[in-house]
């Protein structure tokens, strides 16, 4: 069973930057569509950004587009998440996302989670 688990969470001003990571155990990440969501209280979770199987391809959410990047490191069975220029509304828990499955959007397209990493934005 793989298991995700992310860090790099944190307080930062609105500006700054952080990076998140993902780091999965065994050797079968590389298996796996990777994705990032987020959640703030009473809201539903929303996606944010997704990466293929060989990295080659990316999609991201309109919010953090042009601000935000998506890596990966198979060989560390890692993905990371930058985040820069961040926004007081980019505050929330961050959560790391597998799938067997094609490259979505949805929540429920994605099979494995961690247990999230708090980002707060203060402005």
């Known amino acids: 069973q793989v298991q995700l688990v992310e860090s790099g969470g944190g307080s930062v001003q609105a500006g700054g930057s952080l990076r998140l990571s993902c780091a999965a155990s065994g050797r079968t990440s590389g298996r796996y569509t990777m994705g990032w969501f987020r959640q703030v209280p009473g809201k539903e979770r929303e996606f944010v950004v997704a990466?293929?199987?060989?990295?080659?391809?990316?999609y991201y959410a309109d919010s953090v587009k042009g601000r935000f990047s998506i890596s990966r490191d198979s060989a560390k069975n890692t993905v990371f998440l930058q985040m820069n220029s961040l926004k007081p509304e980019d505050t929330a828990v961050y959560y790391c996302?597998?799938?067997?499955?094609?490259?979505?959007?949805?929540?429920?397209?994605?099979?494995?989670w961690g247990q999230g990493t708090q980002v707060t934005v203060s402005s």
């Open positions: 996302a597998a799938t067997n499955s094609i490259i979505s959007r949805t929540v429920s397209s994605y099979d494995l």
């Open positions: 990466i293929t199987r060989s990295g080659g391809n990316t």
